[in-house]
Nanobody, 122 residues
Framework: QVQLVESGGGLVQAGGSLRLSCVAS????????MGWLRQAPGKGREFVAA????????HYSDSVKGRFTVSRDNAKDTVYLQMNSLKPEDTAVYYC???????????????WGQGTQVTVSS
């Protein structure tokens, strides 16, 4: 079992920045891909970014590429999503997720956090 807790969401003006954090607990010694996904009201869950267990490989959706950066600190069991140049269309609940395997890019994950709200005002 892996438990994930996101933090760092909030209200920010367009063009601003936020950094989301996700702390993992439980059985975290195995290799996991960590992902960030989001869901806006009335829309389905959308892939945002993923980082491999080593941290060397990352993948981003086209909508956030060049603005968001995903990273991880395995010593702290923490994954981060640095969000810059935020746009109103980035408004969503952001979830961190864990997938067994060293690298995975997709929408379905083994474990999910509770989500943190990000609201970007125009």
């Amino acid at each position: 079992q892996v438990q994930l807790v996101e933090s760092g969401g909030g209200l920010v003006q367009a063009g601003g920045s936020l950094r989301l954090s996700c702390v993992a607990s439980g059985r975290t010694s195995s290799g996991y891909t960590m992902g960030w996904l989001r869901q806006a009201p009335g829309k389905g869950r959308e892939f945002v970014a993923a980082v491999s267990w080593s941290g060397r490989n990352t993948h981003y959706s086209d909508s956030v590429k060049g603005r968001f950066t995903v990273s991880r600190d395995n010593a702290k069991d923490t994954v981060y999503l640095q969000m810059n140049s935020l746009k109103p269309e980035d408004t969503a609940v952001y979830y961190c997720a864990a997938q067994r395997g060293s690298y995975y890019v997709g929408i379905e994950y083994d474990y999910w956090g509770q989500g943190t709200q990000v609201t970007v005002s125009s």
